[in-house]
Every structure is written in structure tokens, then in C-alpha cells.
């Protein structure tokens, strides 16, 4: 906004109050969320008993990135007889996306970092759908340049000015800056650090940190308590980490591990030929063109709107009764081995004769809630005082994480209509109370929050929006508190139980895309070798 539109806009606000002037008819929209009807009937088995069996050598259950990895690695690996049972409507877990006459968009995640060289089975994946081109196992690998995000990447607003980059510099003073260079520098020591057997203290996958004492002790304390124990009491720079722990976490830094909170800042050490080591990989859809490209490849494998109410297992194999929403009816399906991709919380729900030490370790996950927005605008907002509009466009001190552009990645001569996806983590009540005002709450009263926040920074905004659509997370990720990452159940999980292969995020204890990829591929991979062993066995 130029200075003589602001002095005009203000001259009139008073006469505008006077006149009895109302703000403009919210946009029309609709409030969805992720299957929390059919999620809460798995507390009372409310599901009819099944008239049909079928039969299967490998059940998935659960069709966001862990599945469709463990999917996607079994199809390699030249085994197609497999079947992936998903309860939402369709693919993709937090990484669904959405589509409208303007643009795709996303519902859930929205980018991937620049996958690290420990991250193989990211960048086998990434090979595989063209987006990396050369040699996976490279150093600083080629990317498809229309994945990579276009400049500026990202921008914060604060005190009427939107300034380049996340970290706070707009009216902070020296004493501030000199704390976060010392914070960054920090950071990257971090990054080169590794123990006495040359394993890096904060790797990715998880699995492949140091289990050094030195380092896992960082999980006992929170993020918040390890930058006042070693110094850091900037409020900016408080801010930038909570930012940080909200963002990636769906927590506060008040809570979150401070292992799993310098992990956000060390682990990060992809890099590309083409590319800063800073940019990340993106689409209109978020991560959703992933999601696309490999539902398509697994083509009637993929059994949505199938939600498992029982699974059990014995001597002779393992079976799943499924509701089948779209016929209302129930099936047993019998496999000989099952990989379990949803979220670990579900299990004991579902699952008969769980075992104390893993049915412990699940009930202890806090999960954290989530709400997304996607607002259609016939233009793109007017730009403001400072830096242009980025991808991703945060306001210092709001309610919500901001917002990102879809039409960003486009090349086009004249900008026109652009949806922005706005997200916010309820971090502000604990994960229950969240919940429960993401049910009660309507459409109407998040679509005013919305407008009124992104306001501050674009007072255009109610005049562009056409509708606003919001999509509710009641559980989108596991909540890395302290102790979590380090639990002694959590190894237990990663090597399964009887015929189940456990492969979400959620064995990690942090829900990251790359985390998912990681473990789907680790049970795929360990379903191959206990089938190779079975059939062996039978022929031998």
C-alpha cells in the first residue's frame, strides 16, 4: 500500500464507522476434514460383520506417504500382489491436495527439502518420477527446475513492511542480531557434528542419528529450556524457533524435544547442482503431485474409502476386516503379511492381542491438530510495503503459519487469479480442547479468523476472495514432546510384530515426508524378506 492510499484509507475509516458501514459478506465455501465420523466409529466397532473374504499375500493399510512408499517399493521390487486399504476418499495422508478452475492446491504438506544424501530412499523416489535427474547417490544432484522454487522463496511481515526471509530483522537491535548469527553459527556446527563412530548427531532419517548419550539427552528438555540454558533470550529469535516447532511440528517450542527441535535446523544438508542449498522442491499442489504420480501407478491396488475396524493374526496368516464406504458393506481380507501405514494411534482400536509394549508406547502419542484453508482469489493481493510476494508468506506474531501461493511455479507474463493455502497448527490449547473446537467450531467463524489475520497484511483480501474452503486435521502428526523420539517402546516398534511391519511416520516420532518414505520402504523391504524366507521354506 502506497503512503497516500494509507493516509486516505484512515481519513475515511472514522467517516466509513459513522455511516454504519458493515464488512463485506464472508465468501462462500465448505468446512471437511479427515474422516472424523468413521475414525470415531473404530471406538465402538459400530460396523456390520463381513459377508465376504478375499485374500491377498500383502495387506497395506493406509494410503498417505508411508503407504504409498512401501507401495511404490514393492511394485520395484517386481511384487504386485498387494492391496492398499485407505480410509479417507482419496490418497495422500497429509500430503493431499486439491483442485479447482485456477489451480491444484494443497491440503497438507506443501514442500520437500532438498533430500540429504543418508535419504536414499527419497531421492530413489524422486529419480524415479524424473525429478531428479543423474546420479541419485550424487553429492549435489540435478532437479527438475520447475520444482524447484522460484524467487523469493519466502517473506515475513512485520510492523506494516514484509521483509526477504523468516528470521526477524526489521527493528531488531544489535544486541538481537549478534545473538541469532551466534544462534546460526551454532546450527552449523551442528550440522558437521558426528560421534565416535562417525554417525551424524541429527541425521535423516532419524533412525541413523547418533545414539551417543550426549545427544539423546537433548530429548529430555524442551527447545524453549535449551535456548535459555545456553543463552538465547532474544524474543525475535524465540520467535523464529517457536516458528520453527509450529511449523514443522504442529507444537509449541514450550514443548517440543529440544532434540527434535535442533534437528529442524541440523539435519538439513541437501544440496543441488542447479539450486541453493536453502530451496525446496514444490508444485501447486504441495506434495501432492507425489501423491498423483504414484496412486496413478498403482492403479486398482488402491482400495479407498476402506477403513479397517479389526485386524488380528495367527498361525496361518493375518486378516482385516474392512468397511467399504461407497458399498456400506464389510470384507475379511486375509493376507500372509501386513504393513500397517496409518497412524500408530489407531492400533489399539483395531489391532487384537497387541502386545503391552507396544500398545503403551502408541497410547503415549500426543498428537497435534491442524487446520488448512484454501482461499481462490480473482488476483493475487496487492504487494504492500517492502519485499514482493513470495511462495511462502508468514506474519510475525499470527495465529496461524501464513500462507503459500499455488500459482508461484507458474511462468506467466501477467498474473491473474491464485489461490493461497493457509495453514495453521493449534498451538495455542491443548491437542484435546483443539480438537474439540476444530468439531464445534463452523466454517463461518474460521473463514472470519482467516480474513481478519491475512487482513493485517492485505486489506484487499476480503474484496478478492471468491470462497474460502477449510479442511480440518483432528490428528495430523505425532507431537515430538521430550522423550518421545528416545522412548525404549519406540525400538520395538520398528521391528514390527509377528506378521505386521509397522511403517509410519509415527515409529520415528517425527512426522516428515521423509520420515514416511523411510519407513514404508524399511517395511517393504522387510515383507519381501520374510515372504523370500516363507516360500523358501515351503520348497525346501
Known amino acids: 500500500m502506497k503512503r497516500r492510499d494509507f493516509l486516505a484509507a484512515a481519513a475515511c475509516a472514522p467517516l466509513l464507522a459513522c455511516a454504519g458501514h458493515s464488512d463485506p459478506p464472508l465468501p462462500p465455501g465448505e468446512l471437511r476434514g479427515s474422516g472424523p465420523d468413521t475414525g470415531h466409529r473404530l471406538r465402538t466397532h459400530a460396523f456390520a460383520a463381513p459377508a465376504e473374504v478375499r485374500s491377498v499375500p500383502v495387506l497395506v493399510i493406509g494410503a498417505g506417504i508411508a503407504g504409498l512408499s512401501a507401495g511404490w517399493k514393492l511394485q520395484r521390487a517386481g511384487f504386485g500382489e498387494f492391496l492398499i486399504a485407505e480410509m479417507e476418499r482419496e490418497p495422500g495422508g497429509n500430503s493431499r491436495y486439491g483442485e479447482n478452475a485456477v489451480s491444484a492446491y494443497p491440503i497438507g504438506g506443501h514442500y520437500l527439502p532438498l533430500p540429504t544424501r543418508e535419504s536414499t530412499a527419497v531421492r530413489e523416489l524422486l529419480a524415479d518420477l524424473g525429478a531428479l535427474q543423474g546420479d541419485a547417490r550424487a553429492a549435489r544432484p540435478v532437479y527438475d527446475e520447475f520444482l524447484l522454487c522460484h524467487t523469493p522463496q519466502e517473506r515475513l511481515y512485520k510492523d506494516g513492511f514484509w521483509q526477504e526471509g523468516l528470521m526477524p530483522r526489521l527493528g531488531v537491535g544489535a544486541a538481537e542480531r549478534a545473538q541469532m548469527a551466534r544462534f546460526q553459527k551454532r546450527m552449523a556446527e551442528f550440522k558437521e557434528a558426528r560421534d565416535a563412530h562417525g554417525r551424524r548427531a541429527f541425521a ?225 490449547m491443548e491437542p484435546v480442547a483443539a480438537r474439540r473446537k476444530l468439531l464445534d467450531a463452523s466454517r463461518e467463524d474460521w473463514a472470519r479468523g482467516i480474513l481478519a489475520e491475512l487482513g493485517r497484511a492485505h486489506a484487499d483480501l476480503p474484496r478478492l476472495t471468491r470462497r474460502l474452503d477449510v479442511f480440518r486435521h483432528g490428528h495430523a502428526m505425532i507431537r515430538p514432546l521430550p522423550g518421545v523420539i528416545t522412548a525404549a517402546g519406540r525400538a520395538a516398534l520398528a521391528q514390527g510384530w509377528g506378521r505386521v511391519q509397522f511403517a509410519h511416520a509415527d515409529v520415528s516420532g517425527l512426522s516428515l515426508f521423509e520420515e514416511a518414505n523411510y519407513q514404508g520402504v524399511r517395511a517393504a523391504e522387510a515383507t519381501l524378506r520374510q515372504l523370500s524366507v516363507r516360500h523358501s521354506s515351503s520348497l525346501s
Open 204 to 428: 535423516l532419517p532419524v533412525a541413523l542419528s547418533s545414539q551417543e548419550a550426549k545427544w539423546r539427552d537433548l530429548d529430555r528438555i524442551t527447545m524453549r529450556a535449551w535456548l535459555l540454558a545456553n543463552g538465547f533470550d532474544s524474543a525475535h529469535l524465540h520467535w523464529y524457533v517457536n516458528y520453527a516447532c509450529r511449523d514443522d511440528y504442529g507444537t509449541d517450542y514450550g514443548a517440543t524435544s529440544a532434540w527434535a527441535g535442533l534437528h529442524y535446523y541440523a539435519c538439513r544438508t541437501g544440496a543441488a547442482a542447479n539450486a541453493a542449498a536453502d530451496t525446496v522442491l514444490t508444485a501447486p499442489s504441495g506434495n501432492g503431485w507425489i501423491v498423483k504420480a504414484l496412486a496413478a501407478r498403482l492403479g486398482n491396488r488402491l482400495l479407498p474409502g476402506a477403513t479397517v475396524f479389526r485386524l488380528a493374526q495367527g498361525r496361518q496368516g493375518a486378516e482385516a476386516d474392512v468397511w467399504l464406504a461407497a458399498e456400506q458393506r464389510a470384507v475379511r481380507i486375509k493376507a500372509e503379511r501386513v504393513i500397517w501405514s496409518s497412524p500408530l494411534f489407531l492400533l489399539p482400536y483395531v489391532a487384537q492381542g497387541l502386545p503391552a509394549a507396544i500398545a503403551n508406547t502408541v497410547r503415549a502419542g500426543s498428537y497435534a491438530p491442524w487446520l488448512v484453508a484454501n482461499l481462490p482469489l480473482d488476483a493475487l493481493p496487492a504487494d504492500g510495503l517492502g519485499a514482493s510476494l513470495a511462495w511462502d508468506n508468514m506474519l510475525y506474531h499470527g495465529a496461524g503459519l501464513g500462507y503459500v501461493v499455488a500459482t508461484h511455479q507458474r511462468v506467466q507474463i501477467e498474473p491473474g487469479p491464485t489461490v493461497l493455502t493457509y495453514y495453521r497448527a493449534l498451538t495455542d
